[in-house]
């Protein structure tokens, strides 16, 4: 079976421009989380969507936004890029809400900003 | 790929050997943890999880403790072998919803 897909793999941008993520969950997952991962760092929760309803966000600016789609996939959007916006982006997939269903990762999107 | 551990702890072990990763996780509402191990230009993988109300679980060749009493959580892997270096995160995860919160991250190196 395959796991959490993200497109594209790499994405080059430069400041101010916009970008969008596209992600994929494992077949039968309902929930998708968004995590950024700055170099050197572990992932920082960035949202949360189940059935197609935010269920919760990190300490992000509202240039952040996402959705997900009837079936199941999200994107992830970024807006008026930053430097700092440089970082992996990655996808994690699970079940549902239920409080002891791990979440599985996709292998990210590597955002560079120029 | 580019590295995942930067500057992160390294823990070094000889192959063949065990070894035993830790983590001091914040919050002590915290009721589900989790280890992930990340290789280089990949994603975080899951290894294995805890929910709060257990001190042990085992899985193959991987072993997780948790000790709420200090906030401290554990990996031990068994008969290291090439294929777990790797970065290895801890992640917890306060109440309901799957917004989990990951620790710094330990780079293991495992020497031939």
């Known amino acids: ?114 | 790929g580019e590295s995942v551990g930067l500057h992160l702890p390294t823990l070094s072990v000889q192959e063949g050997d065990n070894s035993i990763i830790n983590c001091a996780y914040s919050n002590s509402a915290s009721d589900y943890f989790i280890w992930y191990k990340q290789e280089s230009g990949k994603g975080p993988q899951f290894i294995i999880d805890i929910r709060s109300n257990m001190d042990k679980r085992q899985g193959q060749r991987v072993t997780v403790l948790l000790n709420k009493t200090v906030k401290h959580l554990s990996l031990q892997i068994a008969a290291t072998q090439p294929g777990d270096s790797a970065v290895y995160f801890c992640a917890e995860r306060v109440g309901g919803g799957n917004k989990l919160t990951f620790g710094t991250g330990t780079q293991l190196k495992v020497e031939l």
């Open chain 1, 1 to 114: 079976d395959a796991g959490v897909t993200q497109s594209p793999t790499h994405l080059i941008k430069t400041r101010g421009q916009h970008v969008t993520l596209r992600c994929s969950p494992i077949s039968g997952h309902k929930s998708v989380s968004w995590y950024q991962q700055v170099l050197g760092q572990g992932p920082q929760f960035i949202f949360q969507y189940y059935e197609k309803e935010e269920r919760g966000r990190g300490n992000f600016p509202d240039r952040f936004s996402a959705r997900q789609f009837p079936n199941y996939s999200s994107e992830l959007n970024v807006n008026a890029l930053l430097l700092g916006d440089s970082a992996l982006y990655l996808c994690a997939s699970s079940t549902g809400l239920a409080r002891d269903q791990p979440q599985h990762f996709g292998d990210g999107t590597r955002l560079s900003i120029l």
